[in-house]
C-alpha cells in the first residue's frame, strides 16, 4: 500500500507516488518493547518498492542526523531507539503474523535488515492485536506465534488480555525499563536452526587477527543474532562498566568496532571488514563477558557478584547497549549451556539452562533448553525470557518529500 498525501479536500486520499515522494503521512504507532523502542507499521500501509519504503522510514526516524540527535524524526538518537517495525499478515505455516526489524543508523541514510531485535519482538504482538491481526480471546493469555522474516525463525509471544484488550499494565519489573509492565513470555524457537550452523566456523572458539588487538580469543555463535563473545579484557575492560565508561572513548569503540568488523568476516556474513562497518553496522553483536563481581547499576542500584552468575556487555550499532539486546540475551543463554564456549567457561548455570547476568541497568534471566542430538550435536530447542511493552503514541507520522 502507500502514503497517505495531506490534502485540502481530502484529508484520507491515498496516493501512489513515483519517487521523489511529495510530502506525505503513514499510519503509526510508537512502541516500547523491553528496553527498546520503535516506530510500528503495517506493511500494507508502505509502499511495495523497497527503496522508496527505506526512504520513508529513514526519513521518519530523523535520519540521517550529523548532529546525532534526531531534532527532525521520531527516533531517539540511540541504537535503542533508532528502529522501524514492520508486521503484516503470516506468509509463513503455523504462524499468525510476519515481522520485519530494520536498525536504523542515526548519522547515515542505512537500515539494516539483517537482524532481529529481541526487545521489540515482545510488542510485535501486541501491534497485531490491536491492529485486529489476530483475534484477541476474552480473557487469559492471547499466545500469537510470530514469523521473523528477516531471520526466519518462529518468535511464540503470551500476551496477557483482559475484557477482550491487551493489558499492559502490571508489577512486571525489567532492568533497563523505568516502570513495570505486564509480564510478557517470549519463546524463541529453535534460534539456531533452519539450516544455520550454530557454529559458523565450525568451532566453539576461535582466534581472530584484529588490527590493534593482535589474536583474539573468541566465539562466534548464531543464535538469536549472530553474536561474538570475548573475555572483558581484550578490550581492556573488566565487565562492570556502564555506558559512561565506554562510549565517551572513541578509540575504544574503533577497537571494539574492528574486532566486530573481523568476526563478520569469520562468520560469512561480509566478504570485508569494511563492507560489515559500512553495511551491516546491526549483526553480528559484539559482547564481552567476565565472572560475576559487584558494580553499581545505572540507577544506582548495588548488584552484588553472588545475585548474578556472569557480567555482559553488548555494543549496539556502534555504542555500548545501556542494558541489554533481547538477542543478546538468546545467545548468552545458548553459549553458556554449551560446553567448550567461552561464555560457559566463564558462567554458571543453573537447573533447566537458566543464567542470570549482570548488565549495565541491573540483571537478565534467560533460559535455553539445550540437549545433545543422536549425531553428537547440539540442538536448542527453545530459549525463553520476559519482557514487557506498551504503545507511547498512536496516530500518524508525517513526512517531508524525499
Not at 156 to 176: R, T
Not at 315 to 321: A, I, Q, W, Y
Amino acid at each position: 500500500m502507500n502514503p497517505t498525501t495531506p490534502s485540502p479536500a481530502a484529508d484520507s486520499t491515498v496516493t501512489r507516488f513515483p519517487p521523489p515522494v511529495r510530502p506525505c503521512r503513514i499510519p503509526a504507532c510508537l512502541m516500547r518493547g523491553g528496553t527498546s523502542k520503535g516506530l510500528f507499521f503495517l506493511e500494507q500501509d508502505l509502499p511495495d518498492d523497497p527503496d522508496l519504503r527505506d526512504r520513508l522510514l529513514i526519513r521518519a526516524v530523523g535520519s540521517p542526523d550529523p548532529y546525532r540527535q534526531h531534532m527532525d524524526g521520531l527516533g531517539g538518537a540511540t541504537s535503542s531507539t533508532s528502529k522501524v517495525v514492520l508486521v503484516g499478515p503470516s506468509t509463513h505455516p503455523g504462524c499468525d503474523v510476519n515481522y520485519r526489524f530494520g536498525a536504523v543508523a542515526v548519522d547515515r541514510a542505512v537500515i539494516d535488515w539483517s537482524g532481529n531485535c529481541g526487545n521489540l519482538s515482545a510488542a510485535v504482538a501486541p501491534f497485531a492485536l490491536h491492529r485486529g491481526l489476530v483475534r484477541v480471546p476474552r480473557d487469559g493469555v492471547a499466545v500469537v506465534r510470530i514469523w521473523q522474516a528477516d531471520i526466519r525463525k518462529v518468535i511464540v509471544a503470551h500476551i496477557p488480555v483482559a475484557d477482550g484488550a491487551v493489558v499492559e499494565d502490571g508489577d512486571f519489573q525489567l532492568d533497563g525499563v523505568a516502570f513495570p509492565g505486564a509480564e510478557i513470555r517470549l519463546d524463541f524457537l529453535d534460534p539456531a536452526g533452519d539450516g544455520e550452523a550454530l557454529f559458523p566456523t565450525g568451532h566453539r572458539r576461535d582466534t581472530l587477527s584484529v588490527a590493534g588487538l593482535g589474536n583474539v580469543d573468541a566465539t562466534l555463535i548464531n543464535a538469536g543474532n549472530p553474536t561474538v563473545f570475548v573475555h572483558a579484557d581484550t578490550l581492556g575492560l573488566t565487565g562492570t562498566e556502564l555506558q559512561r565508561d565506554v562510549n565517551g572513548q572513541p578509540k575504544l569503540l574503533a577497537r571494539a568496532e574492528a574486532l566486530r568488523a573481523a568476526a563478520a568476516v569469520a562468520m560469512g556474513l561480509a566478504p570485508t571488514a569494511d563492507e560489515a562497518t559500512r553495511n551491516r553496522p546491526h549483526t553480528p553483536k559484539l559482547a564481552y563477558v567476565a565472572a560475576p563481581a559487584p558494580y553499581v547499576a545505572s540507577d544506582g542500584r548495588q548488584i552484588v557478584a553472588g545475585e548474578v552468575d556472569l557480567l555482559v556487555r553488548i555494543f549496539s550499532m556502534g555504542p555500548l547497549h545501556h542494558a541489554m539486546t533481547g538477542t543478546g540475551a538468546v545467545a548468552i543463554a545458548v553459549a553458556a549451556a554449551i560446553p567448550g564456549t567461552l561464555v560457559h567457561e566463564v558462567a554458571r548455570v543453573n537447573a533447566g539452562g537458566r543464567v542470570c547476568f549482570g548488565h549495565p541497568s541491573g540483571t537478565l534471566t534467560a533460559g535455553a533448553d539445550a540437549q545433545i542430538d543422536a549425531a553428537g550435536n547440539w540442538v536448542i530447542r527453545q530459549v525463553s525470557m520476559s519482557r514487557s511493552a506498551r504503545r507511547l503514541m498512536d496516530g500518524q507520522v508525517f513526512i517531508p518529500a524525499v
